[in-house]
């Protein structure tokens, strides 16, 4: 049964670069019939997609329009996990990010403030 | 754009609910499959998967959970609400990135 272990820090200073990374146990992040994201929680309660990487022979990454400029989402096929990166960070950054495999496995979850 | 109705609900042990979720595109791909979700969130947790493809069960969700519908209007009924079926229920599509999610809509007791 595969499993998302999150890890990164819980607060992050206004104009810094946000790091998170995901840990996939009992799948493998080559796998080349999925893909894996990355999605966030505002505190009003949305939900928001943020982007996704995935291996079809080579890497492929899709990012949502409203962070694409700021985002970045990158394998490490070494450690079987990925990761998230968000530079320039703003109030409006903080959340709890998930990453997740697909509607039935999701991450446990980080939430990451962004103040000084 | 997903659109969940209502946005609460307040509900008695043993009786039905029932939640609405429009999308304004058909989530109907090529492949015939619809993909449309249904999941709950409770607090401190991420959402977890109720209904997958509009009205499958996903593994370990007790049969008074079902889900309905087809192109851009779905439902999900619980036949007989229980204490532990509070939190916030979802729908969400995977039809096309971004995924989207409805607003949510709270269940309480």
């Known amino acids: 049964q595969a499993h998302l272990q999150q890890s990164g820090p819980g607060l992050v200073k206004p104009s810094q670069t946000l790091s998170l990374t995901c840990a996939i146990s009992g799948d493998s992040v080559s796998s080349n019939n999925v893909a894996w994201h990355w999605l966030r929680q505002l505190p009003s309660g949305g939900l928001q997609w943020l982007g996704r990487t995935y291996y079809r022979s080579r890497w492929f990454n899709d990012y949502a329009e409203f962070v694409k400029s700021r985002i970045s989402i990158k394998p490490d096929t070494s450690k079987n996990q990925f990761s998230l990166q968000v530079d320039s960070v703003t109030p409006e950054d903080t959340a709890i990010y998930y990453c997740s495999r697909g509607p039935a496995l999701w991450g446990q979850g980080t939430m990451v403030a962004v103040s000084s | 754009v997903m659109t969940q109705t209502p946005l609460s609900l307040s509900v008695t042990p043993g009786q039905p609910a029932s939640i609405s979720c429009k999308s304004s595109?058909?989530?109907?791909?090529?492949?015939?499959?619809?993909?449309l979700y249904w999941c709950v969130q409770k607090p401190g947790q991420p959402p977890q998967l109720l209904i997958y493809e509009v009205s499958n069960r996903f593994s370990g969700v007790p049969d008074r959970f079902s889900g309905s519908g087809s192109g851009t209007d779905f439902i999900l009924q619980i036949s007989r609400v229980e204490a532990e079926d509070v939190g916030v229920y979802y729908c969400?599509?995977?039809?096309?990135?971004?995924?989207?999610f409805g607003q949510g809509t709270k269940v309480e007791i």
């Open positions: 595109q058909s989530l109907l791909r090529s492949d015939g499959k619809t993909y």
């Open positions: 969400m599509q995977t039809k096309e990135i971004p995924w989207t």
